[in-house]
């Protein structure tokens, strides 16, 4: 199962380190519940609540949201998730993984 859960993780950062584009990340999560969109700062605080952030960090999400065109939750196997921040162009250039 550790090797399983190695391939999925090394697939997450591939998709990260390439800053692959948002239809790269739908096929990669394409298997699992319809990847959703993070309306509203009030939204990607909730989903954001349990992780360990300062609170400049989590000022730098805020800001983070609201340069980004569209900022999308992806589910992956073994309980994996990402939550990508796009450009204009479609591009991821923020990714929070757990």
């Not at 391939?7 to 948002?22: D, M, P, Q, T, Y």
């Not at 239809?23 to 990847?35: F, I, T, V």
């Not at 959703?36 to 983070?64: C, H, N, P, Y």
Request: some cysteine.
């Amino acid at each position: 199962m550790e090797a399983a859960w190695s391939g999925i993780r090394e697939n997450i950062n591939k998709l990260e380190s390439e800053h692959a584009f948002e239809d790269e990340w739908r096929k990669a999560a394409e298997l699992h519940p319809e990847p959703k969109a993070v309306q509203s700062i009030t939204e990607l605080k909730k989903q954001t609540e349990g992780m360990e952030f300062t609170s400049l960090e989590r000022d730098q999400l805020t800001k983070d949201f609201n340069i980004s065109s569209r900022v999308i939750h992806f589910g992956f196997e073994c309980n994996y998730h990402a939550l990508v921040f796009f450009d204009d162009a479609k591009r991821a250039w923020k990714v929070i993984k757990w």
